[in-house]
């Protein structure tokens, strides 16, 4: 089978919108027929995005044109086209044939050899035929050059015999002739006894000679029989060989997977602490200043709380770890997709958990990244304080019904698992405040069903809440129960031993509550927490305070009485083209001003109320000043009520 595909191009508009221009169609295939499947799967909304489909052939080719929308992709059309129309068929051909005899399937490998055999064995018989052919010819040559030497007694031979049988006979016998070379003399006319004649009978002669000579190497050497070959092939070639009409790709990938129909994006997963997950586009939480009170995010049931939230692609491969030790794999694509205030699908509908396992643990894996992860290592880190390092390979092949990742004791869970180098420090953090930093080859490699040695020595009620690679360069990011946080410098937490209580990395107070989560930073992302009523806020992890590990930090979301911070992600920032645009379109909104300048923490006043409509709108540089002098009023309040504590 050869799958034969369209030629097609992606071309952008001047209005930046896409469009695919397909210029060849695949063989046997009806040009009408495939732009009206097009046009169906587009109206039907079996492909989404196409708003145009349009037959533009003319003298110059073939040319169809498919307009996509501004805002889907048109690779993945294109991949939806290939999937669903005639832009993609196959060529399917019989492989059997008749070898020796026998009807047999053989290969493309097999076909040439066996082709190379047949045209081997055609030389041969060739050769054979057209030596003796030169054989028979040199034979009568060799009678006529016996007459011409002896012409005068041949003269008279034929003048005293009455027939041609007797002048026959009489040359067989005084010659030692064939009888072939004394009827060639017979049959011979009288202007071959002229000199030049002779002349032409020796050189023939002699050129046959020649000729049986290489007919004979020939035979004797498959060598040369193989020469002979390959120098017709490239007179075949010469003859008919000209430009291929089609691209041959080899090694490309033709089946078209799940993943290749749906766009990649970036995206958080968020699962409760009682099974329910969903995945939301990132871009739903907006931006906001450090501080606010953050909008609403997943809808839960009393009881529940976000227990874990990753940011990924709908591209990647998401590891689910569960209570119990085991792991299951899901596509990102493969989680339902629900607004941002929806409570999301169970997971027990998605993986095959046994009765009572929890998902506790999720990490996400590029395929694209698997060949250059082959040397490195899951680490995983309990809420008991244990750890254990693994070869990521030992997790490539997971099966649907899981595969076991960690033995845990009755007491303990899974807290995190880290995707490592090897070579990489480790900084565990636990509820009470502390944190303890360690080489990742402090802790041996071990295999998947060990259960891992001690990371980080607690104290009665203590727990570890979080953990992280700790990059020389980063900041370790903690957050509190009650909405407050920091940034301190990676350096103030020294390489020890694993096993160790650690130092104090927060001044625990009633005022900012237990650790809920560590992480670290490299001031370029974005940070995300949710809070137990689902309440979600995004701010730039650069708009935290820098302080030292003995400080309580400063609010990072303001919650209601009873709530409490949960769940905390470090995610990639917002686009930045995305936030400019929303700014233009407020700029250009009057209506919107007002909820703008709420959700931004601007005050009423600070919107001009005039009757004047120019005057009356905000200025894009005005919005951000005022942002600005907000986010700096937030800081100085909370550095100096910060001051006065310590």
């Known amino acids: 089978r050869i799958i034969v595909r369209a030629r097609a191009e992606i071309d952008t508009m001047a209005s930046g919108k896409e469009r695919i221009i397909v210029s060849e169609i695949p063989y046997m295939v009806n040009k009408a027929k495939l732009v009206e499947r097009i046009a169906d799967l587009a109206r039907d909304k079996r492909i ?12 110059q080719g073939m040319r169809i044109v498919i307009e996509c929308r501004k805002d889907a992709s048109a690779s993945v059309i294109l991949n939806n086209l290939f999937k669903q129309t005639q832009m993609q068929t196959n060529f399917n051909f019989n492989m059997v044939a008749i070898d020796q005899g026998v009807p047999r399937t053989l290969s493309l490998k097999q076909i040439l050899n066996r082709y190379l055999d047949h045209q081997e064995e055609i030389i041969r018989r060739r050769s054979i035929f057209e030596k003796e052919k030169a054989e028979a010819r040199a034979h009568i040559l060799e009678g006529l050059q016996i007459a011409l030497d002896h012409i005068d007694e041949i003269v008279n031979i034929l003048r005293s015999s009455k027939t041609g049988d007797q002048a026959k006979t009489i040359f067989m016998d005084q010659y030692g002739l064939s009888d072939k070379q004394a009827q060639a003399i017979l049959d011979m006319r009288l202007v071959r006894l002229t000199g030049l004649e002779r002349e032409k009978i020796d050189n023939e002669h002699q050129d046959l ?28 070639e010469k003859r008919f060989g000209d430009e291929r009409r089609t691209e041959i790709r080899v090694g490309e990938i033709t089946n078209l997977e799940d993943e290749d129909l749906i766009e990649e994006s970036n995206v958080l997963i968020t699962l409760s602490r009682k099974g329910y997950i969903k995945r939301v586009e990132d871009s739903e939480y907006r931006t906001q200043n450090r501080g606010g ?17 990753l940011s990924t692609s709908t591209h990647d491969v998401i590891l689910c770890f569960t209570d119990r030790g085991r792991v299951f794999q899901i596509k990102g694509y493969e989680i339902p997709e629900y607004g941002r205030a929806a409570k999301g699908l ?11 396992e929890q998902v506790r643990g999720v990490i996400n894996v590029n395929p694209s990244d698997k060949a250059a992860n082959t040397e490195d290592y899951f680490f995983f880190v309990t809420k008991q304080g244990r750890v254990k390092r693994t070869p990521i390979e030992e997790y490539f092949n997971i099966r649907n019904n899981g595969l076991i990742a960690i033995n845990l004791r009755d007491d303990d869970e899974l807290v995190a ?22 080489a990742e080859d402090d802790v041996r490699s071990m295999g998947r069903t060990a259960t891992g040695v001690r990371g980080i020595r607690l104290d009665k009620d203590d727990y ?3 953990a992280s690679i700790l990059g020389p360069d980063q900041d370790v990011l903690i957050v509190t129960e009650k909405g407050y946080g920091k940034r301190t410098p990676a350096d103030e937490y020294s390489i020890k031993h694993r096993g160790g ?31 137990d009523e689902g309440v979600v806020i995004r701010f730039h992890s650069v708009d935290i305070s820098q302080t030292g590990r003995a400080t309580q930090g400063v609010r990072l979301m303001r919650l209601d009485e009873a709530a409490h911070v949960s769940t905390m992600a470090v995610v990639d920032p917002e686009d930045d083209e995305e936030a400019l645009e929303e700014a233009e379109t407020v700029e250009a909104d009057p209506d919107q001003q007002g909820q703008y300048a709420t959700e931004t923490g601007l005050s009423d006043p600070d919107i001009d109320s005039g009757d004047d409509q120019d005057t009356a709108r905000l200025s894009q540089d005005h919005i951000q000043s005022k942002m600005q002098d907000f986010s700096n009023q937030l800081l100085e309040e909370d550095d100096s009520q910060r001051s006065d504590e310590d």
Do not use: C, H, W
């Not at 169970?346 to 009765?355: G, H, K, R, T």
């Not at 209580?501 to 940070?527: Q, Y």
């Open 48 to 59: 989404d995005g196409i708003t145009a489909v349009r037959d533009e052939t003319g003298r």
């Open 209 to 236: 000679m020649e000729e049986i000579a290489y007919l004979n190497e020939v035979l004797a050497s498959e060598e040369k029989r193989y020469e002979i070959i390959y120098q017709e092939l490239l007179e075949i």
């Open 293 to 309: 009170r953050g909008v609403k995010g997943m809808a839960l049931q009393d009881g529940d709380y976000i227990d874990a939230m």
């Open 346 to 356: 169970p997971i027990v509908n998605l993986l095959n958990l046994q009765e009572d």
């Open 417 to 438: 698992v880290l995707q490592t180098s090897g070579q990489d420090n480790i900084i565990l953090g636990s509820r009470q405040g502390y944190a303890v930093s360690f």
């Open 464 to 466: 570890v809440v979080g």
């Open 501 to 531: 209580k650690g130092v104090k990395t927060v001044n625990i107070t009633e005022k900012n509550g237990p650790l809920v989560g560590l992480a670290t930073v490299d001031l370029d992302e974005d940070i995300m927490l949710m809070t």
